[in-house]
């Protein structure tokens, strides 16, 4: 009996807020990412509305009363800005930061979504109070004008039309296009994660994108790398407790991650506070594996089902998993050639950078996963093979490269190499859980280890310019100290705590540069690409494909 109460209760369509409205009034696609995929922001122009609001609560006269209504019969509710008494008519206020619409002869209106809200509104009192409302009124207080919008028919059959429009994208697993309308998304607070502009040119690759991604992260990346180090929470801000060390505090909004190395501990309170206020929580082992992520599965399950469909489609992994080869194939290749930019090539270098060109130009044909497999390993032979003659000769023989071995690294530049994939992996795992893909399905690597395939897939684009650039670099700078920044045990090569600290800090300073997407066109930090990057690849089954994976080195 408990069970069909529950049932019942909750087979009742949940009402459409009436804010959800004025989005769908603004652009559908806008609604659907709000409501059913839950994506927020929380930019400029929305706590400068938020601010109003709160002014408006201090300074107003005692006609000022935010009221929350609902109506299960319409299927709305909202809560209004203001409701006034005049000449014996209820009316309700809405309240906008910007100025109003004007139309041919300069007279103020409502803009559309506006107009729709307050009609919602209106409609929503009459329904829930059983009054008539006669209008509604809008306020724009950059132009201090009030606009009256009349509630008639028409007007009641719009909000019953928009409402059942709403109903129908809430069902929907497909997500809208993006509006004809481009002046549209320059305001719009979720242009960021809709990423307009990349759409335009998937269908069209003459359109020149302006950036609408969002600024460069200046958050910091806190790096735990003391053992014994613990992280709490202390009202707002994040704090530190290292061995022997005075307590640091850093207020939660200047922090992007925190990664905790070795054996340090974070509190359950901490944790909830990352969750909500979005940094990320990674773990790292004391040898330089990275172990996982906290993954707080927040976003609409919307998303994953759409990855789910476009992954379960061997021939779409495989075109994916071929961008895939070939743009970690042409980064290789490119950086070999640049290494012989400064100095003369050696004939190992030259063969290797002819042949690679050869192996690249199979890979659009491989018809399997394995066939792949089989190019990617060609690829990376050649390539390691080639790398050791980027080293310049003055470099101490014990930093030079000899052959790529992993787990346990046998030498120093294996052991860089493996820290360093270590971080990335994480900065890659980061972006997935930032736009709320499912980390365990990949389209190229199976699922074979406690690594997240489609981590290990994104992996790929991103070694060559995050980590052998970087290492490969600070060896022929001369940045290493072959005793203190290391640690020997047998056979086996790590970095010592000294050592990973210099490398924390080099990667994270590459990841800072600056660098011109090639098919977008605008600059952006590698540190905003990897964000970049997921969500392209999340284009690639939203209609919207053509620009993942063209990641090449200049
Ligand atoms: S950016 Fe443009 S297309 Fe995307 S949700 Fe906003 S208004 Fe709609």
Known sequence: MQILEHFEISAKPETIRVSALHALAYCPRLFYLEEVEELYTQDAAVFAGRRLHAELEKQEDEEWEELFLESEELGLRGRLDALRTRDGQTIPYEHKRGRAHRDENNQPQAWESDRLQILAYAYLLESAHGITVKEGRIRYHADNVVVHVPLDEAGRLKVKQAIQQARILRQSTYRPPVIDNERLCTRCSLAPVCLPEEARLAHNREWQPIRLFPEDDERQVIHILEPGTSVGRTGEQIKITRRNQPVETVPARQIGQIVLHSFSQISTQALHFCAAQDIGVHFISGGGRYLGSFDTRSGSIQRRIRQYAALSNPDACLELARKLVICRGQGQRKFLMRGTRSKAKTEKLEKAIAQMKAVLKQVPQAKSLESLLGYEGNLAALYFGALPDLISPEVPQELHFAGRNRRPPLDRFNAMLGFGYALLLKDVMNAILTVGLEPALGFY?????????LALDLLEIFRVPLVDMTVTASVNRGQWDTKADFEIRGKQVWLSELGRRKFVELYESRKQESWKHPV??????????????????????????????????R
């Not at 690597?445 to 395939?453: L, Y």
Request: proline share 5%; hydrophobic share 35%.
């Open 520 to 553: 977008t066109g605008y600059s952006l930090t590698y540190r905003r690409l990897f964000e970049l990057e997921v969500r392209l690849l999340e284009k690639e089954w939203s209609g919207e494909g053509g620009l993942f994976g063209q990641l090449i080195l």
């Open 445 to 453: 690597h199976q699922p074979r280890s406690q690594a997240a395939p």
